[in-house]
């Protein structure tokens, strides 16, 4: 009887050994097969991403003249920016100057001459007028058109004086007025008030003020 139990235990214990050793082998073809195919995921998953690589690379070296001119052009475009800049400053320039002669002549009534004219400051700064007159309410009508001009900041009259005239003298009035510009980042002039260019009658005005100093005063003209 003992014998017959240990023969049982035995059979029972190899049963037992086979049904592991079947379990392991299937898991481990099982775990050989998820590792063939990550290798066979990876590898192909390699050769796409080389291919693409080389295909962007390809691409590249097409696009590589044409990145080559773009970088020279960059280079031209910062070699030339302080060229531009200064031509820029410089034509702000002239057309700000343009501007003021034109708002000076617009603001010179009839009857009324500039006989000198003067700046200090720059483009920021104030200009000196000094003319003649026949009347008072001219020399206030010029600094009402001068301060409606949006150039200027503000107009000061710094004095005037009369002659009164006689039987052989016209009266006349001498004035002195400092208008002082705006900076120039301040909004620009209108285009009919600034940007047009100054009337046929006001231009000759101008000139003939300019033409008045041999018999006025001297010009100085250091604008």
Do not use: C
Request: hydrophobic share 40%.
């Amino acid at each position: 009887m003992p014998n017959i139990n240990l023969i049982a235990a035995r059979r029972e214990e190899k049963k037992r050994m086979e049904r592991l050793t079947r379990q392991l082998f299937f898991g481990l073809a099982a775990s050989v097969g998820a590792l063939v195919v990550l290798v066979t995921y990876l590898g192909a998953e390699r050769f796409k991403l080389n291919g693409e690589l080389a295909e962007a690379q390809e691409k590249i070296q097409r696009l590589q003249p044409k990145l080559d001119e773009i970088a020279r052009i960059q280079k031209d475009t910062n070699d030339l920016k302080p060229k531009v800049d200064t031509l820029q400053t410089a034509k702000s320039a002239t057309l700000r100057w343009r501007v003021l002669m034109t708002a000076v002549s617009q603001g010179i009534p009839d009857n009324t001459f500039i006989t000198q004219f003067s700046s200090t400051g720059g483009d920021a700064g104030s200009i000196l007028m000094i003319g003649t007159s026949d009347t008072l309410s001219r020399v206030g009508d010029t600094m009402s058109r001068l301060q409606e001009h949006p150039i200027f900041d503000h107009i000061v009259l710094d004095h005037t004086t009369s002659n009164g005239g006689g039987v052989d003298t016209p009266p006349q009035v001498t004035f002195q007025i400092m208008a002082h510009m705006r900076p120039p980042a301040a909004p620009p002039a209108p285009a009919g008030a600034a940007g047009a260019p100054a009337p046929a009658d006001a231009a000759g005005k101008t000139a003939s003020s300019m033409n008045s100093t041999g018999k006025e005063g001297h010009n100085d003209h250091s604008a």
